[in-house]
């Protein structure tokens, strides 16, 4: 019998519908060419030993956790990686209690494809692999420990485009063909800050008012225009009216106001607005821009996404 498990699942780039997806919009989704391996072997440990390395080969958090913890997590405010880590664990093991009950201990060891602080789903991944290792429902998994619109879920179990939709609180998830013809003229620049979404998360609940309805409808409306834009002065107006609907919703000035004003081409935020990556839409190679304004990740559609 094989003792060794390996769980790989994919990252994610939310193109559009961020926040509004919470509420039943209509996302375009793209899974990264970059995700998360998970390596599972048993031992007699009694509890699992766990080492998590990123892109680099650096060990990025490494403990040890008890079955009893698992059953039992403490119930202490402090967050930390650990914490969010046992959380995972009891909720698994309470969709899958046989994982601890009929065992003796495990060795488990997670790898990054990509440097942990690009944001691409470090726990969606993760959270897909230990639901496929325990043979229970991401989605339920996720809703249970994290809570989040389930698309980087979704992302993490498909390897071509989706869009993602929330209905009646249940993921609904359609794999789409989108590749554009003008693909070489989209990038993906990192801003170097990992971004929390809970503040934004929190203005846009605070703001959501009986627009909601129409702005989800607009939204949609762009989802579709995004997906079967032919050119790419299409696309960038899809772009700006989206920016512009979302920088009313958020009170949020977009990112080509705030930091890039004088670029010629359209840029768009990604998922959580203010960090992370954004998509760029130019027509000739704007690493030099970027590279010029400090950003120095700047990643080509085709390097990035899996088609």
């Not at 009986?210 to 899809?238: R, V």
């Amino acid at each position: 019998m094989d003792t060794k498990q390996t769980f790989y699942s994919n990252g994610k780039l939310l193109i559009t519908a961020e926040y509004l997806v919470l509420d039943g919009a209509k996302a375009l989704a793209l899974p990264t060419k970059f995700g998360q391996n998970l390596i599972v072997e048993k031992n007699n440990t009694a509890q699992i030993s766990w080492k998590s390395y990123d892109a680099d080969g650096s060990i990025w958090f490494e403990d040890n956790i008890s079955f009893t913890e698992i059953e039992n997590p403490s119930t202490t405010d402090e967050e930390s990686v650990r914490k969010t880590l046992i959380k995972i664990l009891h909720e698994a093991f309470l969709l899958n209690p046989d994982f601890i009950k009929e065992n003796t201990g495990y060795q488990i060891t997670t790898e990054l494809t990509f440097p942990k602080k690009w944001g691409l789903g470090t726990s969606s991944t993760l959270i897909n692999n230990i639901a496929q290792w325990l043979q229970i429902d991401a989605f339920t998994l996720l809703e249970n420990s994290f809570g989040g619109s389930g698309y980087d879920i979704a992302c993490a179990q498909n390897n071509s485009p989706i869009i993602y939709q929330r209905k009646s609180g249940k993921p609904k998830v359609e794999t789409i063909h989108f590749h554009p013809n003008f693909t070489d003229s989209i990038y993906f620049v990192y801003l170097n800050k990992k971004q929390s979404s809970k503040t934004a998360i929190a203005n846009y609940q605070r703001n959501k008012t009986s627009d909601n309805e129409k702005n989800i409808a607009k939204i949609d409306k762009l989802t579709q225009e995004i997906i079967h834009a032919k050119t790419t002065h299409a696309m960038a107006a899809s772009i700006a009216k989206h920016e512009a609907i979302m920088s009313t919703i958020l009170e949020t000035n977009t990112v080509k106001e705030d930091l890039f004003s004088d670029f010629i081409g359209e840029i768009k935020s990604l998922g959580a607005w203010g960090g992370d990556f954004v998509m760029v839409l130019s027509e000739i190679n704007p690493k030099t821009y970027f590279i010029s304004k400090g950003y120095q990740t700047v990643i080509p559609y085709k390097d990035m996404i899996l088609e």
